[in-house]
T-cell receptor, first 114, second 113 residues
Framework: DTGVSQDPRHKITKRGQNVTFRCDPI?????LYWYRQTLGQGPEFLTY????????KSRLLSDRFSAERPKGSFSTLEIQRTEQGDSAMYLC????????????FGPGTRLLVL | AQSVSQHNHHVILSEAASLELGCNYS??????LFWYVQYPGQHLQLLLK??????LVKGIKGFEAEFIKSKFSFNLRKPSVQWSDTAEYFC???????????FGKGTKLSVKP
């Protein structure tokens, strides 16, 4: 299977700790998106990359959040000084930029902040 | 502000019943519309999509959706549901040069065998 993969699938951490998630997109896709999903809600956009350039960040993305895609392939999302409100499912999606761009989602990383 | 509204939070149907899930969006321009499905324990999967052309689009597993521009709607339909359709369904929209998707809150569908 050459779909979007995410690691880890689950993460439990204590408040104040830093966490980092990884996303590997579908290999030929040049766009990579991060979303966050909480219980009872649809996914909410956080940020996205086109190749290695971070093109847009949501206001949901506080200063404690940072994302990178250093070589235009995999991406990392880091949360510093985690808070209980950061507990959520973090989803990654990738796509190929074009007229009929379609995003394909990974399995997500479920974060629990104690 | 751009938004997507899904009318029903939880729908319960018996097998063979017909399904229609509502989706309305607020977006001031050309839109692309999507339905994603999340089966229990699995990740979001694309069910169907609309970019342009025929407003009636067919997706996987017998699902279809109709884009009605005048009503800002993109309702999902299936003539006869199966137990295996039990899942959560999300409507999403983007448009113009905007790449990120705006999702509705989702509708949970439970199909009784």
């Amino acid at each position: 299977d050459t779909g979007v993969s995410q690691d880890p699938r689950h993460k439990i951490t204590k408040r104040g700790q830093n966490v980092t998630f990884r996303c590997d997109p579908i290999s030929e896709h040049n766009r990579l998106y991060w979303y966050r999903q909480t219980l009872g809600q649809g996914p909410e956009f956080l940020t996205y990359f086109q190749n290695e350039a971070q093109l847009e960040k949501s206001r949901l993305l506080s200063d404690r959040f940072s994302a990178e895609r250093p070589k235009g392939s995999f991406s990392t999302l880091e949360i510093q000084r985690t808070e209980q409100g950061d507990s959520a499912m973090y989803l990654c999606a990738s796509s190929f930029m074009g007229a009929q761009e379609t995003q394909y989602f990974g399995p997500g990383t479920r974060l629990l902040v104690l | 502000a751009q938004s997507v509204s899904q009318h029903n939070h939880h729908v319960i149907l018996s097998e063979a019943a017909s399904l229609e899930l509502g989706c309305n969006y607020s977006y001031g321009g050309t839109v692309n519309l999507f339905w994603y499905v999340q089966y229990p324990g699995q990740h979001l999967q694309l069910l169907l999509k609309y970019f342009s052309g025929d407003p009636l689009v067919k997706g996987i597993k017998g699902f279809e959706a109709e884009f009605i521009k005048s009503k800002f709607s993109f309702n999902l339909r299936k003539p006869s549901v199966q137990w295996s359709d039990t899942a959560e369904y999300f409507c999403a929209v983007n448009g113009g040069s905007q790449g990120n998707l705006i999702f509705g809150k989702g509708t949970k569908l439970s199909v009784k065998p």
